[in-house]
T-cell receptor
Framework: EAGVTQSPRYAVLQEGQAVSFWCDPISGHDTLYWYQQPRDQGPQLLVYFRDEAVIDNSQLPSDRFSAVRPKGTNSTLKIQSAKQGDTATYLC?????????????FGSGTRLLVI | GDSVTQTEGPVTVSESESLIINCTYSATSIAYPNLFWYVRYPGEGLQLLLKVITAGQKGSSRGFEATYNKETTSFHLQKASVQESDSAVYYCALRDTNAYKVIFGKGTHLHVLP
């Protein structure tokens, strides 16, 4: 089966610019996650969806970050006005909630540099 | 809160040497945490290496082993004889059985010298 696909692979922005990241999860996976991974840190959950519904976005900086999954398949994460502190790799993962202890499958990530 | 602490890297070993990467966890809000080791090889995405969902059990994969020790809240990763191809970043992680959020450690860079 195809894996989790993310694009773009890299993005370089100046502070104040906007950027969107796109994720195509594994077909049939109803749960989708966005993680932020700063350099030399572990991934940290930003938001996750079950189908099109946001289940937990408590760690998403709501003033500048937004995430949608309108049809319960692909998802977009957007940063409205990027800051240098947003420099990180953004990871998307998906899983099948119906399976007990379902494992995540991660995409390769989008590396963002804000200068 | 819930957290994971692991060996700070980088860790450098020579091929055929043994390896241990320490991992301890705190699961104050999770009664039965599931424990994981993930790995990211150079140029690749994060992937699951092994997992254990029951305390006292051992997981193994690709020659690596880790035992879920609830008494010491540890889940150390071990390998008897590493290979150059094991060079990667290793992440210890935990998750609540009935939840979806995975909490990761900071990662340990492993360099295996030929």
């Amino acid at each position: 089966e195809a894996g989790v696909t993310q694009s773009p692979r890299y993005a370089v922005l100046q502070e104040g610019q906007a950027v969107s990241f796109w994720c195509d999860p594994i077909s049939g996976h109803d749960t989708l996650y966005w993680y932020q991974q700063p350099r030399d840190q572990g991934p940290q959950l930003l938001v996750y969806f079950r189908d099109e519904a946001v289940i937990d976005n408590s760690q998403l900086p709501s003033d500048r970050f937004s995430a949608v999954r309108p049809k319960g398949t692909n998802s977009t994460l957007k940063i409205q006005s990027a800051k240098q502190g947003d420099t990180a790799t953004y990871l998307c993962a998906s899983s099948l909630s119906a399976r007990a202890n379902s494992d995540y499958t991660f995409g390769s990530g989008t590396r963002l540099l804000v200068i | 809160g819930d957290s994971v602490t692991q060996t700070e890297g980088p860790v450098t070993v020579s091929e055929s040497e043994s390896l241990i990467i320490n991992c301890t966890y705190s699961a104050t809000s999770i009664a039965y945490p599931n424990l994981f080791w993930y790995v990211r090889y150079p140029g690749e995405g994060l992937q699951l290496l092994l997992k254990v969902i029951t305390a006292g059990q051992k997981g193994s994969s690709r020659g690596f082993e880790a035992t879920y020790n609830k008494e010491t809240t540890s889940f150390h990763l071990q390998k008897a004889s590493v290979q150059e191809s094991d060079s990667a970043v290793y992440y210890c992680a935990l998750r609540d059985t009935n939840a979806y959020k995975v909490i990761f450690g900071k990662g340990t860079h492993l360099h295996v010298l030929p």
